[in-house]
């Protein structure tokens, strides 16, 4: 589809990898702008700028790790990202810091916070099978950060879930 789009404006010198693609020729304001008009048609975006291109690698490999791998990285998240990037860590840190206004660390937080959240509704695991499964080193330090985050305790969460889940049945 994509390759479609660039044959009709008549881009043809690229390079397609997965989920990228270098136009190794100059094309017009006029031409980048159909481009991308076409491409958000079917949902894609175009990122001409290789800061962005780098937060969103970032930003999918941070998701990517905590909400689809069945396993955390034996090393560090640091580690991790930087190795899966190829880039410096410290260089990330900052950039994704300028850009986004928060750091790596944080967003990790977040996001390992959405995912206790979905595993205490699925009800599947209890708070030390979770505590684990995210790598935290204590189900207290969970705990700790799960208020931290969202100013109540894992416990409180879970019953609020049971309770809207059952005010669904009832309807």
């Known amino acids: 589809m994509v390759k479609r789009e660039l044959q009709k404006l008549g881009i ?100 390992k916070i959405e995912r206790v959240k979905e595993l205490i509704l699925y009800n599947e695991l209890n708070l030390t099978e979770i505590s684990y499964k995210l790598h935290y080193s204590s189900v207290a330090h969970l705990s700790n950060q799960f208020k931290k985050v969202t100013g109540h305790s894992p416990s409180y969460y879970k019953k609020l879930g049971k309770i809207r889940k059952s005010n669904l049945e009832n309807l």
């Not at 048609?41 to 175009?46: I, N, P, Y």
């Open 12 to 111: 043809q010198d690229v390079s397609i990898g997965l989920g990228t693609i270098e136009i190794k020729e100059n094309i017009s304001h006029k031409k980048k702008a159909q481009l991308k008009q076409n491409l958000a048609l079917s949902g894609l975006e175009l990122m001409d700028n290789k800061k962005s291109i780098l937060i969103d690698k970032i930003k999918s490999t941070i998701i990517e790790m905590i909400h689809y791998s069945e396993e955390a990285p034996k090393v560090n998240y640091s580690n991790f990202i930087s190795q899966k990037l190829g880039y410096d860590y410290t260089y990330l840190s900052n950039l994704f810091s300028e850009v986004k206004g928060i750091t790596i660390q944080h967003f990790i937080i977040k996001h």
